[in-house]
């Protein structure tokens, strides 16, 4: 697919869960700023979600399946938001933790989305 | 006659009341009935969340995988898709208990963790000693190692906070 998007949103995954790493190191709960981040990381997701689907459209075919592969972006889109509300429901430094565990999840959905594709 | 008899009688009354059969049961009883509706122990508080959400990634990740594994291409690895399912309807159940909570829903999840846990063991060492078997990956293959060991480490670290939850909260 667009190796830099598929680069872009797994860095800023990463990016995302070692800044609520952080926030749960200081014992912190999750604040506007990091729902900004997650924000920000969920759209990248969804932009993902729709150049793969034009990509399908255009009649191009993912290496190891085309509903793998939706199931895939689909996962990715909604991994960090699903971890957001779950860090409102648990105002804690554990929110913290699973907001970062969204992020690596969301990282390694990339590299396998990255495999899926073919390349 | 009748006051030799009432007076023992009496004095076991008030000893009985702090030591024997009623006693133990107090405590329990009451708290059982409460915790099914309106005070359920709640086991998604704090780490548990945590625990809630991989168990709930690993559900998706397991059920996904063998749904479209078994309605494409059963035939190619029977027991390793039979396997992955199954390991699907575990995660699915714990992953239930947690949301749930109370007492027999953490008991039941303890029970389902030390299966999980038992699955990983066996399954792991099944595909390391006889590969054969195996034509494909199951979510449990090489204990976990294509998750990221999460199938491991999850059961133990679930195990730990369910049992802390129980010293924890009576």
Partial sequence: MLDVLTVATAVAALLLAAWCGWAAYRDQPTKDWHFIGMAVVSLLALVQLVVGIVQLARGEKPEQGTTVFVAYLLGAVACVPVAGFMSLAERTRWGSVTVAAGGVVLAVLQVRLHDIWGG | MAATGSAP?????????????????????????????????????GPGMLLVWLYGVMVVGAVSRSAVQISTEFGHAPLAYSLSAVAGLVYGFITYSLVR??????????????????????????????????????????????????????????????????????
């Fill in chain 2, 9 to 45: 009688r009496e004095r076991r009354d008030t000893q009985n009341t702090p030591a024997a059969p009623e006693t133990p049961e107090t405590p329990e009883t009451p708290e059982t009935p409460e915790t099914p509706d309106t005070q359920r122990t709640r086991l998604i508080g």
């Fill in chain 2, 101 to 170: 909570g109370g007492e027999t829903a953490r008991k039941a999840a303890l029970v389902c963790c030390a299966a999980e846990l038992l699955g990983v063991l066996v399954v792991g060492t099944w595909t390391l000693v006889e590969p054969s078997a195996f034509p494909d990956a199951t979510v449990w293959s090489d204990y976990g190692m294509g998750y990221l060991f999460i199938p491991v480490l999850l059961p133990l670290s679930a195990v730990y906070w369910l049992r802390k939850g129980s010293a924890g909260d009576r």
